[in-house]
């Protein structure tokens, strides 16, 4: 079974980048689309950006879209997500999330079978 672990969360000022890493263990990565959700306190989760297998394929919230990259490293088993230009509204907890059916590009949490722990994300106006 994957096991994922986010990292890179923390306090940022608005305008300015962090970069997420989500770093997998235990399976095959490979053989996984990949997605990033986010969680605000009082609110639902929301969708931030999906990755299929390969990396080639990517699809964004429209919340992100523009400012948000998702990238992945089938090599080093992580998927990252670069974060520029940050507003206090992405202040969230960012969660990773695994898709086994490795060409899908969901938007949808239900579709992840695979999800990590969580990091916080703050950004101060």
């Known amino acids: 079974q994957v096991q994922l672990v986010e990292s890179g969360g923390g306090l940022v000022q608005a305008g300015g980048s962090l970069r997420l890493s989500c770093a997998a263990s235990?399976?095959?990565?490979?053989?996984?689309?990949m997605g990033w959700f986010r969680q605000a306190p009082g609110k639902e989760r929301e969708f931030v950006a999906s990755?299929?297998?390969?990396?080639?394929?990517?699809y964004y919230g429209d919340s992100v879209k523009g400012r948000f990259t998702i990238s992945r490293d089938n090599a080093k088993n992580t998927v990252y997500l670069q974060m520029n230009n940050l507003k206090p509204e992405d202040t969230a907890v960012y969660y990773c999330?695994?898709?086994?059916?490795?060409?899908?590009?969901?938007?949808?949490?239900?579709?992840?079978?695979?999800w990590g722990q969580g990091t916080q994300v703050t950004v101060s106006s």
């Open positions: 999330a695994g898709d086994s059916r490795a060409y899908n590009l969901n938007y949808k949490s239900r579709a992840y079978e695979l």
């Open positions: 235990g399976g095959t990565f490979s053989s996984y689309a």
């Open positions: 990755i299929t297998w390969s990396g080639i394929d990517r």
